[in-house]
């Protein structure tokens, strides 16, 4: 069977190594660039060298910014509560939670989730200079909203374990059933979660 030219296999391994992109995505993604018309293809190539060269992390809150500027939008912005800080996983948390329109604090952004099968420890996440946030005073609450799952709830943990000395209210996301769930098709978890996260209707 006679095998593909080098630059089309390639493409293709370096498709396969992103998330969610098996062998077959990647063949497809890598002939439809082939056949595609070459402004597309030079679009791609530009904006992915421009995804390195033109952005870099936010001083303040580790969120990304555009490269040369020390604080991203957010905590640039003088009508935002700087005594509340959401403690968020990854940058495209901070987007989810933006479009809500429903939060008007700081973020801090962690760059992961610890994790000891993965060996990621609190010196490989963003912890430090949130603790240093905190301690230098003037924040009221930390709100920690890293995602519903083992790493997550992990992460939450530890991080009160560091804060709580420091004296601001700790505050984790609400869980529960969705907006049009049906209660025989939740799980327990959720089921539990939502009991616990009720709220006073009197």
Known sequence: MPSLPAP????????????????KTA???AFYLLRAPDDISRQLADALNLLKSATGMCQT?????????????????????ESIICVVEEPLDVLML????????RYHVLHGVLSPIEG???DDLKIRP??????RGGIKEVILATNP???????????????????PRLTRLARGLPVGG????ADQNTLLRALAGRQDMS
Request: charged share 20%; aromatic share 6%.
């Open 182 to 185: 049906d209660l025989e098709y």
């Open 120 to 122: 990621v420890v609190p």
């Open 130 to 135: 949130l603790i240093e946030r905190v301690r």
């Open 149 to 167: 799952s083992m790493e997550g709830d992990a992460t939450a943990l530890y991080l009160r374990q560091q804060l709580l000395p420091l004296g």
């Open 8 to 23: 089309i296999q390639n493409l293709i391994l370096a498709f396969e190594r992103l998330p969610g992109v098996g062998p």
């Open 61 to 81: 809150c580790f969120n990304i910014t555009l490269a040369g500027q020390t604080q991203c939008e957010i905590c640039a912005n003088p009508k935002r509560d």
């Open 27 to 29: 063949s497809r993604l």
């Open 98 to 105: 933006e479009r809500t329109d429903g939060f008007q604090g």
